[in-house]
């Protein structure tokens, strides 16, 4: 094999006369492998990614073309954990200005009197590699550590030294600084803002190593000038670079710095040495790590298990929505045809693709989400079942809490691989095509109830595609679901939620 080192950033005209050749490429972040690119290298078989993010490669492109796209998550942990606890100490004893004021020619000592950090609170948001890095090095410093990390479980959280916290609005209120570790979801984007500052300890200090789009800037801003918040060291913005007219620039109060976390020595040769492991490891031997697309499955396999993926994520998609956030096991049981499948890895793998879609994980893929899970704290069981079921094909997900059930859901086909349906919900019967928008409600079983909600919805312009409905004896509990043609207003929500006869409404996405 030839390994060919190219000393500068190529830009998409550059890179694609020479990549027809090749067989395997390394890039770093600033280096974009797009459509074009990939389309220009028809021998191309894996890209690999020295550092966390893709944002760089065109992954949708790349899995079109049957190209493995690699990256190298643990490589800058330490980096960006150390980055973190630099910024800390910086906040607290104001080194960066004191450091520009000697540079100006003076002696302001009492202008810089900082505190100590030994006996004060931190607050970490995100226990995940990164974030645990961090609170060792609080621990050892004399903090207190106050950990919060909605999607794991209270086994994976019990790490030494640290307060483990559920509810969020504690850690604003106790916290003397707070660090974020969080990736950038539908639940975080944003979520320091406004409303979060105000929650917050007067005077804290703020540390985001992690993503700028986490933050709301002007926010921010308003909260440093109150003096709600003391001070906020940052290294990720919401645009990078950041702006040169950018406020944060002229603030006082921020410390800055131009996205560092990964940018050492030891985190750079980390991430060199994994991606050259990975990527060796692929093309000599098959292996696959650290994929951030579709795992290789031979042609007969994957038409075997194919209309199972999609059924499967389907069945994680809805089951995530209605699960509580802190789940601890999953039960998946493999029924009728399903059961004699020669590979049910890859099904599983979907079914938590999709039930971790909620954690919205940026490189959540098939091939990592089995670690993804563990690290959560989130057991998986697999069981291929030989007892009798009303279905030729039997897929049944059931989720655990603190070793009980809270919630369940099974899936077929009708009719023919292509046509899945969720058939079984909440331990009754239903019929759910699982796509689209769909309303789910439990309701006392009374006459009117269908006209109730045809009513409701055609008040609101609200299409019903389908609807299906399923009681336990008559007058009793019934189950009922709705598919969709949009997203039902929070005011049609509201309107069912004061029915006294009807409970548990949930809009689901599939």
Not at 189 to 199: D, E, I, P, S, T
Not at 380 to 394: A, D, G, Y
Request: aromatic content about 6%; proline content about 6%.
């Amino acid at each position: 094999m030839e390994v060919v080192v190219l000393p500068k950033r190529l830009s998409e005209a550059e890179l694609i006369p020479i990549v027809k050749d090749a067989v395997a490429l390394v890039v770093r972040s600033e280096t974009k492998v797009t459509r074009k690119v990939i389309e220009a290298a028809p021998k191309l078989r894996v890209i690999g990614r020295a550092g966390v993010g893709v944002d760089n490669v065109d992954v949708d492109a790349a899995t079109e073309h049957g190209v493995v796209v690699m990256n190298t998550p643990g490589g800058n942990t330490v980096s960006t954990a150390e980055l973190s606890f630099t910024m800390l100490l910086s906040l607290a004893r104001k080194v960066p200005q004191a450091c520009a004021s000697m540079s100006a020619g003076k002696w302001d000592r009492k202008q810089f009197q900082g505190a100590e950090l030994s006996g004060k609170k931190l607050g970490v948001l995100g226990l995940g590699r990164i974030g645990s890095e961090v609170a060792k090095r609080a621990v050892a410093f004399g903090m207190t550590v106050l950990g919060y990390d909605p999607f794991l479980t209270d086994a994976r959280a019990q790490a030494p030294g640290v307060e483990w916290i559920s509810d969020l609005d504690d850690v604003y209120r106790h916290s003397d600084f707070i660090s974020v570790h969080m990736p950038v979801t539908e639940q975080t984007r944003g979520m320091l803002n406004a409303a979060a500052f105000a929650k917050m300890k007067p005077k804290v200090c703020l540390v985001n190593c992690a993503r700028g789009e986490i933050i709301v800037e002007a926010d921010l801003l308003a909260a440093l000038d109150s003096g709600k918040i003391a001070a906020a060291a940052l290294d990720v913005y919401a645009t990078e670079p950041l702006p040169s007219e950018h406020p944060f620039r002229r603030h006082p109060g921020i410390i800055l710095t131009p996205h560092l976390g990964a940018s050492t020595h030891e985190a750079q040769e980390k991430c060199g040495i994994e991606v050259a492991e990975v990527i060796t490891g692929y093309l000599f031997t098959g292996e696959v790590r650290n994929a951030v697309n579709l795992p290789y499955l031979d042609a007969k396999t994957y038409e075997l298990v194919r209309p199972y993926l999609v059924l499967g994520e389907k069945l994680g998609r809805l089951l995530a929505q209605l699960a509580p956030t802190q789940v601890d096991r999953l039960h998946i049981t493999y029924g009728g045809k399903a059961r004699e499948l020669p590979n049910i890895d890859p099904i599983t793998r979907a079914i938590l693709l999709g039930f971790l879609s909620r954690v919205s994980v940026k490189d959540l893929n098939n091939v990592n989400v089995r670690s993804i899970a563990s690290t959560l704290g989130l057991t998986v069981e697999e069981k291929r079942s030989s007892e009798p079921v009303t279905f030729n094909e039997w897929l049944h997900v059931q989720v655990f809490q603190s070793g009980r059930k809270v919630v369940s859901a099974g899936g077929t086909f009708f009719g023919s691989p292509d046509n899945p349906r969720i058939v079984r919900v909440f331990s009754q019967p239903t019929e759910i095509v699982p796509s689209g928008v769909v309303l789910l409600l439990k309701n006392k079983d009374r006459p009117g109830i269908v006209g109730y909600l045809g009513t409701l919805m055609s008040k609101y312009n609200v299409n019903i595609a389908s609807m299906s409905l399923s009681r336990d004896t008559v007058g009793g509990q019934a189950l009922t679901v709705l598919n969709l043609d949009s997203v039902p207003p929070p005011e049609v929500l509201d309107e069912i939620q004061r029915d006294p006869d009807i409970s548990n409404v949930k809009v689901v996405k599939l």
